[in-house]
């Protein structure tokens, strides 16, 4: 998967700009604040249609601006391909296109550019809260898997509309007739998310496994294990049976959660924990070990994104690279000598040797 155009129009702090980039690595060179992460987030929006870091769409619209546009020249699949978003302000939902057909959802791009993204909060993410994980591993499920994709908007949809009756049946007791079918979607839709997490965090795990061992030579043995809701013994099993357990658990906090107002059970709360010989890397690893678990996890991502898709997704390098020392370095370089990478960088001069430069000032290419 290569970009090879991107033009954007009020798209953040970019009025106008068209820019061709390198099949290999592109290095975004410019000062503080002056659109670099904006343009990772434009490419990763392009192919995915989610920003890794607004909380709203209209945050991408250029100050004072009514849309903004998104299109770029994909060589992916065996052919050149264009897609194209342009969003709105208010509620006039975004409008897609893939190679000049309006497409309805983000499934009917899969496949055409991912991208995996890598920035400095995730070299610490094993030491984290809970929720940095999820995100980490529902951005990159996400991608992968556009139904899992589409599950997870129902499954939050339901909790905030359960969320919304715990807080208010006091004042209107009647919502509580309500309550039951809802605890009856989120267990359906929840079951669904721990099947599809079970797998990924497994090929996940088996593949971020090979990386770490390498790279310390072979004395660790990394290991991660996803974690979901207790009354699930087995996370691999039918969805019927994940069904069940989410029930029993459900049952069992039903007086919980009208007593705190607030939804206790499901798998809005799972997490995945990584161990290195046996050893809880959250509570006991070093900050080199963290970042190297860190930095398998994120090439294991890419990894199965190669083998889902057959080619390499697209990898996005914000600020990353010069955060790390000379060995984390080179062991990162050197696993992603193949397919297109965009790194950023706020001192010129700095991996220049590695590709193409492009300079950004103010939204500006200089
Ligand atoms: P750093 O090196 O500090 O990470 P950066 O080059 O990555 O900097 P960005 O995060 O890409 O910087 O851009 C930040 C700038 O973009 C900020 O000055 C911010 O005010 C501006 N900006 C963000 N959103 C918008 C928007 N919707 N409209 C206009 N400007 C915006
Ligand atoms: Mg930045």
Redesign the pocket.
């Known amino acids: 998967m290569e970009l090879r155009k991107l033009n954007l129009r009020n798209f953040?702090?970019y009025e106008e700009i068209s820019l061709a980039f390198d099949p290999g690595v592109n290095l975004i060179v410019?000062?503080?604040?002056?659109?670099?992460?904006?343009?990772l987030e434009a490419v990763a929006y392009l192919g995915s249609g989610k920003s890794f870091r607004a909380q709203k769409q209209s945050?991408?619209?250029?100050?004072g601006a009514d849309f903004a546009d998104i299109e770029g020249e994909i060589f992916s699949q065996e052919r050149n391909q264009t897609l194209r978003w342009v969003l709105f302000g208010g509620s006039r939902p975004r409008q897609l296109w893939r190679n000049g057909a309006k497409k309805k959802t983000t499934a009917d791009i899969t496949g055409v550019m991912s991208t995996v993204l890598f920035c400095p909060e995730d070299l610490m993410v094993l030491k984290a809260g809970s929720s940095a994980r999820r995100k980490l591993g529902d951005q990159a499920l996400c991608q992968l898997r556009p139904n899992y994709d589409a599950a997870l908007a129902e499954y939050n949809r339901i909790l905030e509309q359960k969320s919304r009756i715990l807080k208010d049946y006091s004042e209107n007791p009647a919502l509580l007739e309500i309550l039951p079918e809802y605890n009856t979607r989120l267990c359906q839709v929840g079951a669904l998310l721990i099947s599809y997490r079970a797998r990924f965090y497994d090929s996940l795990g088996l593949e971020a496994a090979k990386f770490h061992n390498q790279f310390s030579g072979g004395k660790e043995e990394f290991r991660l294990q996803y974690r979901t809701v207790s009354t699930v013994s087995d996370p691999f099993a039918k969805t019927v049976q994940l069904e069940e357990d989410l029930r029993a658990h459900l049952e069992s906090h039903y007086r919980a959660e009208l007593e705190s107002r607030q939804c206790l059970t499901g798998p809005h709360k799972d997490d995945f924990e990584v161990s290195l010989s046996g050893i809880d890397l959250k509570a006991y690893g070093s900050q080199g070990q963290t970042r190297t678990a860190a930095i398998s996890l994120k090439l294991a991502q890419r990894e199965l994104y190669r083998r889902e898709f057959g080619e390499e997704p697209v990898l996005l390098l914000d600020?990353v690279l010069s955060e790390l020392d000379p060995a984390r370095q080179d062991f990162v370089l050197n696993h992603i000598s193949s397919g297109q990478v965009f790194i950023?960088c706020?001192e010129p001069g700095r991996f220049t040797q590695l590709g193409k430069t492009i300079e950004?000032e103010k939204g500006q290419v200089i």
């Open positions: 953040r702090n410019g000062q503080n604040a002056q659109g670099k992460t904006n343009l945050e991408l619209l250029r100050f600020d950023t706020c950004i």
